[in-house]
Nanobody, 121 residues
Framework: QVHLVESGGGLVQPGGSLRLSCGAS????????MGWYRQTPGSLRDLVAD???????RYKDSVKGRFTISADNAKNTWYLQMDRLEPEDTAVYYC???????????????WGQGTRVNVSI
């Protein structure tokens, strides 16, 4: 089983910064995609950014130029640096790891428990 733990959420004023971290532990052969999603009440969970093990990166349009995803593959840890935060970024942020626990083996999605980000005066 793969266990993800997030940290770094909190309350920040508009224009401020936060850095989220997600660490994966357990029996892991490889994490193929490391990502961040966010969810607001009444909405579906939405991709914010992800990065593959070979370095391909995607961002949600509204965060391009403000958020940066990075990963330390050796530590099975990834980060989301969030700068110039806006009230619209307020949400619960979840990390996602698409991982296999053995090789060959099935790649499954694993989720963190969520961390709340509140951008407010």
């Amino acid at each position: 089983q793969v266990h993800l733990v997030e940290s770094g959420g909190g309350l920040v004023q508009p224009g401020g910064s936060l850095r989220l971290s997600c660490g994966a532990s357990g029996t892991i052969y490889k994490i193929y995609t490391m990502g961040w999603y966010r969810q607001t009440p009444g909405s579906l969970r939405d991709l914010v950014a992800d990065i593959t093990s070979d370095g391909k990166i995607r961002y949600k349009d509204s965060v391009k130029g403000r958020f940066t995803i990075s990963a330390d593959n050796a530590k099975n840890t990834w980060y989301l640096q969030m700068d110039r935060l806006e009230p619209e970024d307020t949400a619960v942020y979840y990390c996602l790891g698409a991982a296999a626990i053995e090789h060959p083996g099935e790649i499954r999605n694993y989720w963190g428990q969520g961390t709340r980000v509140n951008v407010s005066i």
